[in-house]
Nanobody, 126 residues
Framework: QVRLVESGGGSVQAGGSLRLSCAAS????????MGWFRQAPGKGREGVGS????????YYTDSVKGRFTISQVIANNTLYLQMNSLRPEDTAMYFC???????????????????WGQGTQVTVSS
């Protein structure tokens, strides 16, 4: 079991930036994926981006490409999501997730991940 704790959420005006962190503890593997998801009120959970921990390959949903960047510090077991040029439609609860099964393709589907954090709220005002 991997425990995940997100931090860094908050309120920001449109065009601003935030950096989310996700600290992982427990037994983690290099051959695994971590992802960021978000859920806005009244909507389903959406995959934002993911990273293959073995070589730091990243994947993003189209709506955040060029604005969001995922990175990691393996030594600290920490995942980051740098969010720039934030828009009101980015407002959501953001979750990080960890998944070890499925090879190096880190899809943005929820089923790819076995462990989830509690989330951190991001609110973007216009």
């Amino acid at each position: 079991q991997v425990r995940l704790v997100e931090s860094g959420g908050g309120s920001v005006q449109a065009g601003g930036s935030l950096r989310l962190s996700c600290a992982a503890s427990g037994r983690t593997y290099r051959s695994s994926c971590m992802g960021w998801f978000r859920q806005a009120p009244g909507k389903g959970r959406e995959g934002v981006g993911s990273i293959y921990r073995g070589d730091s390959s990243t994947y993003y949903t189209d709506s955040v490409k060029g604005r969001f960047t995922i990175s990691q510090v393996i030594a600290n077991n920490t995942l980051y999501l740098q969010m720039n040029s934030l828009r009101p439609e980015d407002t959501a609860m953001y979750f990080c997730a960890y998944g070890v099964y499925g090879g190096r393709w880190c899809s943005l589907g929820e089923a790819r991940y076995e462990n989830w954090g509690q989330g951190t709220q991001v609110t973007v005002s216009s």
